[in-house]
Nanobody, 123 residues
Framework: QVQLVESGGGLVQAGGSLRLSCAASGRYFSNYAMGWFRQAPGKEREFVVGIRVSGSTTDYADSVKGRFTISRDNAKSTVYLQMNSLKPEDTAVYYC????????????????WGQGTQVTVSS
């Protein structure tokens, strides 16, 4: 089992940057594929990007491609999401999630979730 805690959210102006962190506790973090999701009010939870145990990444959601970058540091049991050139439409609660096996775009396939961190981008 793994526990996840996100941090790094906040209020930022359009064009700004934030770096989200997701710290994991528990065993065998390096064995989990990780995913970042986001959910805006009134909308479904949306897949942003995933990262494999190996460190290779999935495709990014089209809406964030070229602006967001996922990475992981297994020694620190942490996964990151660097978000640049933020837009108001990026406003959402951002969640990290963990699963065995390859990362997937369907949030229902992830067994472990953090509590989320709010990202608000003002225009």
């Amino acid at each position: 089992q793994v526990q996840l805690v996100e941090s790094g959210g906040g209020l930022v102006q359009a064009g700004g940057s934030l770096r989200l962190s997701c710290a994991a506790s528990g065993r065998y973090f390096s064995n989990y594929a990780m995913g970042w999701f986001r959910q805006a009010p009134g909308k479904e939870r949306e897949f942003v990007v995933g990262i494999r145990v190996s460190g290779s990444t999935t495709d990014y959601a089209d809406s964030v491609k070229g602006r967001f970058t996922i990475s992981r540091d297994n020694a620190k049991s942490t996964v990151y999401l660097q978000m640049n050139s933020l837009k108001p439409e990026d406003t959402a609660v951002y969640y990290c999630a963990a699963k065995f096996g390859p990362p997937r775009t369907d949030f229902r396939e992830y067994a472990y979730w953090g509590q989320g961190t709010q990202v608000t981008v003002s225009s």
